[in-house]
């Protein structure tokens, strides 16, 4: 019986409104109903057309073709114009757009760099990272803010595919200025070993600084002609060039800059900084490393070497050096093809420590602050990091060319692969990148067993200003190189007098200025987290 009434009263509700209608339309013109019924009908047109707008204007305006001009790192590929000539079709056909890089080369890069910001250059789009002044421009305001509107609107495959760690990551005093990279890194050194040697004198597994310093004695006393380890201190670094192993790694610590010498315990949450130079911890290695150098494991003249470290062991005139992994598996799938007598193994010295991941604005790419196609900008980087076909052209260059494809994720170089490398397209790193085929299996379990070992702590994106401390800078830098770095390398006889004066000479090149800025600025960042 409800239901029933339900319906009949539905349908005179019906009859009512067609009722309504017709006399509405039969009236006259001049009716007060229809004058009413019109201005509804235009209130109601109004707002359709708004809806419509609405929907138009959600979508970006690609009616006008816009030229784009792209500042990148490195020197320009031989082939260039042929890859860049199929990537501007693509990108007419998607976004009504070409683009122009600009490469800056290696050799001066640093020096032109900022003064194609400083000069307000009319480009559209940088390559930027943590090392390649992100950080300085971000602040000078060289970079457009990316709001989460225009990455949503513009660089949607970007939004939803990029980790929230990543866009915190990237933040500079709170805003965000960088699209970074996607890609999982472990910045941790590890060690190549000749495996070949290790076996012919059946010593242990090397994976912890104890076995470690066994091989490279071994190897020194034994082998006529090959030294234990291998470095090139006089490129400049500060640093012995196992200390991020044997130092921050097996300590848990974390240096601040590699321009001083601070760190942090990458557990402390209220981030007190430290001189390492003047800890326990680095007196022990001191003793470490002279047992290496009185035990000739590497030549007493190694402060001088400037050869490259890996030629000189692929040559087998040493028996191990220190690297990222990633270098270091090329290196062993380059040994595996051009010296398969010479067996050779990536090592781990610190298996069970915490890993700290790069973080993402390693590489990235950032929109000039005087571009005039900001939008179109942020949708090339999105296609550059999240296109298939687009970032396989821009990454690798031309298929059967420049490389060879190998399924969706993996590849070979092809006959014309040194005709398209050597600059930045790391920029747009991401997970859509190829591995080389011959990328060894022991590099990619390392790197597997390593993240569930990513600490992730308060300052991992913390960045020094030392604007205020620029000279005490430089003068502690001349001193690391002047006391330091023949200290590390066992060139002092007396440890603890070498250690004493290095100190003594940190202060008064004014180490104490720089702790307290530093120590302020840190925070100052804490306190704003």
Known sequence: MKHKQKRFMFLLAMVFALSTWLTACGGEGGSASNQESNSS??????????????TD????????????????????????????????Q?????????????????ADWSQKYPLKFAANENFDIAYTANWAYYNDQARKGGFVELTEDLLQKYAPLTWEA??????????VDGKLYMVPNNNNEVTDKVVLIREDLRKKYH????????????????IAAGEQGISGFGAKPADGWKWHELDQILLEQQNNWNLIDYSIPFAYKLDDEKGQVFNVYDTPEFSQLLAYYKDLAVNKVWSKNIVSNKNDTWQDMKAGKTASYAQNLGTLAFNLAEMRRDKPEYEVAIVDLTPDKKKIGAISTQNGMAVHAGSKNVERSL???????NDKEIHDLTMYGIAGKHYEPSGDDKYTPGPSSESYTGFSNWGWNSLLNRKDASYPVEADQILEGWMDKVYHFPLETFVFDDTHVKNEVANVGNVMLR???PLEYGLIDDLDKGQAELIKQLEAAGIDTIR??????????????
Do not use: H, R
């Open 41 to 54: 009908s235009g209130k109601s047109a109004s707002a359709n057309n708004a809806a419509v707008n609405q």
């Open 162 to 171: 990029m980790p929230e760690f990543a866009w915190q990551q990237a933040g």
């Open 516 to 529: 307290q800025e530093l120590q302020s600025q840190i925070d100052a960042f804490l306190a704003n987290q």
């Open 483 to 485: 006391y330091a770095i």
């Open 379 to 385: 949708m090339l980087i999105d296609l550059l990091q």
């Open 203 to 218: 010593l242990e597994p090397v994976n912890s600084p104890e076995t470690y310093s066994a091989y490279v004695k071994t």
């Open 90 to 106: 693509l990108l007419k056909e998607k976004i009504n757009a070409t683009v122009e890089a600009e490469f800056l080369d290696w």
């Open 57 to 88: 204007d959600s979508q970006p305006d690609l009616s006008q073709e816009v030229k784009l001009k792209m500042l990148m790192i490195g020197g320009k590929p031989a082939d260039y114009d042929e890859v860049f000539g199929e990537l501007n």
